[in-house]
Each structure stands twice: as C-alpha cells, then as structure tokens.
C-alpha cells in the first residue's frame, strides 16, 4: 500500500511539473499540452469573450407577450438580464416587472 501511494503521488507531482511548464509556456493563449501515457491532452481554460451586449432594450421590446412582464424565456433575447434574472426579479414571482426592470 505504501509504495502504491508514492507511485500514484510521483505521478501526480510529474503531472503538476508538466502543468505547470507548459502554463508558462502557454499563459498568453490558455491552453496547454500534456504527454500521457495514451498520447497528447490539450487542456483550454479561461473565460469566454463576452460579445458586447449593446445599449439596454426596451421593456416593451423584450415582453413579445405584452402582459407586462418579462419572464425567463423572454429575458434570454437580452443575455445580462437573463444571467441576472433571479436578482432582477426582486419580488421573487418568476417574471420582471416594468419598475424591476428599470431599477
């Protein structure tokens, strides 16, 4: 049992040693390439651009129903008011009115 876990440990230390290299090779496109036993692994990390969103829409824009509320099918036509959708909707009622809208 024991020298299973020096062999399992050594194998992760050289892991985090070829991690490591190719980060600091890599750091400017993130991604590095690790040698396995299997062959090649290309590993990507990072945030994802975010397109720029554009000016805010209408309300009136955004509730295609025109009950209006914007509920979370509507709110996916204006991508930062649906990644905000629960902390917009303060009322907790599954949709956002005109004034939580604007607030």
């Known amino acids: 049992m024991y020298k299973s876990a020096i062999i399992a440990f050594s194998a992760f230390a050289a892991f985090l040693a070829v991690t490591v290299q190719a980060q600091a090779q890599d750091q400017a496109q993130h991604r590095s390439e690790l040698q396995t036993q299997d062959g090649t692994v290309e590993v990507h990390w990072g945030q ?10 209408a309300f009136a824009e955004l509730d295609r129903d025109h009950n209006g509320s914007i509920d979370e099918n509507e709110a996916l036509a204006y991508p930062p008011l649906a990644n905000d959708f629960i902390l917009t909707d303060r009322d907790r009622n599954g949709s956002i009115s005109a004034r939580e809208y604007q607030r």
């Not at 994802?48 to 829409?57: L, Q």
């Open 48 to 57: 994802p651009t975010v397109a720029e969103p554009g000016p805010k829409p």
